[in-house]
């Protein structure tokens, strides 16, 4: 296979909003103000844009985003199905249109209220009703009650338990991690409120085997992502994220959060994903000096360790033990305190979490960065970036 | 009979006047045993049959298949859902330990809320 | 009272009635007589001969010391007595559970019944389907004359009732499933007490959940088979948090494995959490919602 992809684009300019429980404005009027910030992070100005890529989930039209900010003539626009997982796959879209020449400067985005709207955390009765193969799908799962994102998580999560000997104090580990970094960012909803192992375990009970400190936050905010070539991202206001790699992934008999019909019940679709980076990129898990692993769910994050290679299948809570995912570790994760510790907003935050690891501006900089890899949501079809200096 | 043996199965329509007359045959007078505005005051659908006419009719289950070789030793009934007027109760039997002399004899007599009551019923030869 | 003082409470009052020991015999209203056996075995259906020759049901033990229409309480019955003080706090409501009853011998026309009562025990408080409250058990003896002819265990749930307000479920809320031409039969199935699993009529492979084609071979033909419903749990929750429409909390939910190889989802019912492990043998029933859903449900297997 061909490699042209690699190092043809980079992200140029990260933008948000902040991130609360309650923002008091419109989706629409987040994401504008995130392409803003993201725009002006670039140097760049809306009308230098000519292409937009978010969400299939996103309630925010390319025309109208493009209409507040009065943006000129768009040549590109797409979205990416199975929420979060969509994150690293616009980028992806976008990267793909400024290396063909489709676009020139792309700009990803995403933005809810996801806390003060439409909650994910309870019930999708929405998701069930949907007229197309995903309520399909939902109905060998959503009727029996089996119908919230932490509840399907819980199912892949008691079978690892299983199988690998893993305990909640293993997840609980990754949730003491995430607050640790959050704790150090003055932009986490949890900026200054660490927690312990002791808190993680005396936390209640959500979806046994998942504790609330398991599980994400919900959080209303956006953040967009500006895309343009490498050629171009040399006159511009920061040092490039260069996109090394760039995949999406899924897996043989794949479901949205419920692929529980297949021989291993984990998450093979993120190992698709792996392999991909590794192939485009033609590094090895020991070139990448710090990870942004979506963390929606803590068990997730385990099982990706394992999937990216980071670790052998059943090893990941004995590669965690020792602190290795904290600041200072063999590889820190979620430097800025991941979607428990700072905000969930789908994985986008994550992403430019990465772009300020290779940029050397992380509130929880790790040295020498050359490669960071990050990934989206997980127990859908996802996909990955490798972002390099 | 042996271990495995099973019993055929016999289904009793509930009547009101079957969950009335068996109450005041077993001298029992409770009021949600023969009053149906009470028994629905108190937020039972109807009136219900009596835990002393649910371990007669275990026992008519058990003699009618058996007959009189044998003596009824013990019946011990676990309770679970009401049985109704206008429902079946359907009573299933299974041998499940045998001596020469001895049996017991899982019996479960079922509604259409569920296992009204599992029961098992020792019998020995005459 | 808090509820560890409440529960110390129940123990001592419970301790001082066990103390108490049996009660005095209390005798019955009539001998063992032919025309309440007569009642009896007409009321029950029952024909076996040996009734009308001067021998009783052995079931109808307790029924000659009943208490009749106006009941005369003995202060002295430790049954009541605990039941009134579990009324007093507020476990109002009373379930018989259990009834253990051993004959050492058929009563014959003109026996004298006399009974006897003790306090066995009292355990809880216990978290039960209709409400939290209190196994209360009794040990009951009838004689005749000094000759122990009949024993009985008697264990109710007295309990305080579950406010039946907005917080109580209604099943017909479930999230009904999305159905097309590729998944009516199984939905078909369900109304029947079928558990229908997908094959193709070709390569005979199984498969759930199903689709309109065949993975395996490609081919459109399609057949199901009817599973025998039982199985093994490959994994479960135990959701706590957030509601569920049509769902009581905590809710259990389990991935089977049937023994024909496919996995589903499905509610667990009839157990606690704690009664739940991975590789329990289950088996179906049925949750009936109304005439056009009815959902499978899964069981332990014994």
Known sequence: MSNRLSGQAAIVGIGATEFSKESGRSELQLSVEAIGHALADAGLVASDVDGLVTFTMDTSAEIAVGRELGMGDLRFFSRINYGGGAACGTVQQA????????????????????????????????????????????????????????????????RYMHETGATSEDFGRVAVADRRHAANNPAAFFYGKPITLADHQASRMIADPLHLL?????????????????????????????ITAAAQGSAPDQFVMTSYYRPNIGIPEIGVVGRELW??????????????????????????????????????????????????????????????GEAYIHGMNGIAEAVRQVRGTSVNQVDDVQHVLVTAGTGVPTSGLILSR | ???????????????????????????????????????????????????????????????????????????????????YPYDTLTFSGDVVAATETTMEIKVVGQVSLGAHVTATVGVRVR | MSDIDLREAVMAK????????????????????????????EAMGDSLSRYTQGEAPPAMAQVWTMGGLNPQRDPNDPLHSMMEFLTEQGFTAVLGTNCEQTYERYLRV???????????????????????????TTKSVWRVEDEVVATMLFRVLKYRPKQADANAVDPTKVLRPAINRDTEFFWEGTRQGELRLQQCGSCH?????????????????????????????????????????????????????????????????GMGPEDVEIDMPVQVAWQRIDDSLTLPVFERRS
Not at chain 1, 214 to 236: F, I, M, N, P, Y
Not at chain 1, 318 to 340: K, M, S, V, Y
Not at chain 2, 57 to 83: F, K, N
Not at chain 3, 14 to 36: C, H, I, K, S, W
């Open chain 1, 279 to 340: 192939r485009q990129s033609e590094l090895a898990p020991t070139d990448i000096a710090t990870a942004v692993l979506y963390d929606h769910f803590t068990p997730y994050v385990l099982m990706q360790l394992e999937e990216l290679g980071f670790c052998g299948v059943g090893e990941a809570k004995d590669f965690i033990a020792d602190g290795a995912i904290e600041i200072g570790g063999r590889l820190p994760i979620n430097t800025h305190g991941g979607q428990l």
């Open chain 3, 205 to 269: 492979e199984l498969r759930h959940p199903p689709g309109p084609a065949c993975p395996s071979c490609g081919e459109f033909d399609r057949t199901f088979v009817v599973s025998s419903g039982v199985g093994r749990l490959f994994s479960f929750v135990v959701h706590r948090y957030p509601a569920v429409p049509g769902k009581q909390l905590p809710l259990l939910l389990g991935l089977i494995e049937l023994d024909e190889g496919v996995r589903m989802v499905a509610e667990l019912v």
């Open chain 2, 1 to 83: 009979m042996q271990i495995g043996d099973t019993f055929a199965a016999w289904e009793l329509p509930i009547t009101p006047t079957l969950v009335v007359s068996t109450a005041i045959a077993t001298r029992d007078f409770q009021d949600v045993h023969h009053d149906r505005d009470l028994a629905t005051s108190y937020g039972s659908k109807d009136i219900f049959l009596n835990i002393l006419t649910t371990t007669g009719l275990v026992e008519r289950y058990v003699t009618d298949v058996l007959g009189e070789e044998y003596d009824v030793t013990g019946i011990s009934v676990r309770l679970g859902a009401p049985a």
């Open chain 1, 214 to 242: 398991d599980c994400c936050q919900e959080s209303d905010g956006a953040v967009a992502l500006v895309v343009t070539t490498t050629e171009r991202a040399k006159d511009l206001a920061h040092p490039a994220a260069v």
């Open chain 3, 110 to 136: 003109g026996e004298q019944l006399s009974v006897t009562t003790v306090l066995d025990s009292v355990v809880g408080p216990k978290m039960t389907g209709v409400g939290e409250g209190y196994f209360v």
């Open chain 3, 14 to 41: 419970a301790l001082e009635l066990q103390v108490m020991g049996e009660t005095a015999p209390r005798y019955a209203r009539d001998q063992v007589n032919q025309p309440m056996i007569n009642n009896w075995v």
């Open chain 1, 95 to 158: 990267a793909m249109a400024v290396a063909t020449g489709v676009a020139d400067v792309v700009v990803c985005y995403r933005g809810f209220n996801e806390r003060s709207g439409s909650r994910f955390g309870q019930v999708s009765s929405w998701a069930n009703a949907q007229v197309n193969t995903n309520g399909l799908d939902n109905a060998w799962s959503y009727p029996a009650g089996l119908s919230t994102p932490a509840a399907t998580v819980a199912m892949q999560a008691r």
